[in-house]
Nanobody, 116 residues
Framework: QVQLVESGGGLVQPGGSLRISCAAS????????MGWYRQAPGNGREVVAR????????TYSEAVKGRFTISRDNAKKTIYLQMINLKTEDTAVYYC?????????WGQGTQVTVSS
């Protein structure tokens, strides 16, 4: 079992910045395969950024490329999402995800609201 706990969400004005974190615990061997998804009201869950399960390379959705950066601290088994130049359309619940070896785990989500 893998447990994922997100933190750092909140309210930010358009154009502002925010960093959210996801700490993993349990039977997790690597931060490869971990990433961030989001779900806005009335929408499905979509991938935002993640590390590849095998190569560990980072990938981003077109909607956030150039504004969001995923990073990690392997010793702490923690990944981060640095968000800059936030837009109102970035408002969503952000979920941490771990997917590898055919298994997937989700965190409880953290709310990010971009509003003036």
């Amino acid at each position: 079992q893998v447990q994922l706990v997100e933190s750092g969400g909140g309210l930010v004005q358009p154009g502002g910045s925010l960093r959210i974190s996801c700490a993993a615990s349990g039977s997790i061997s690597s931060t490869n395969g971990m990433g961030w998804y989001r779900q806005a009201p009335g929408n499905g869950r979509e991938v935002v950024a993640r590390f590849g399960s095998v190569t560990g390379s980072d990938t981003y959705s077109e909607a956030v490329k150039g504004r969001f950066t995923i990073s990690r601290d392997n010793a702490k088994k923690t990944i981060y999402l640095q968000m800059i130049n936030l837009k109102t359309e970035d408002t969503a619940v952000y979920y941490c995800n771990d997917f590898k070896n055919g298994l997937t785990y989700w965190g409880q989500g953290t709310q990010v609201t971009v509003s003036s």
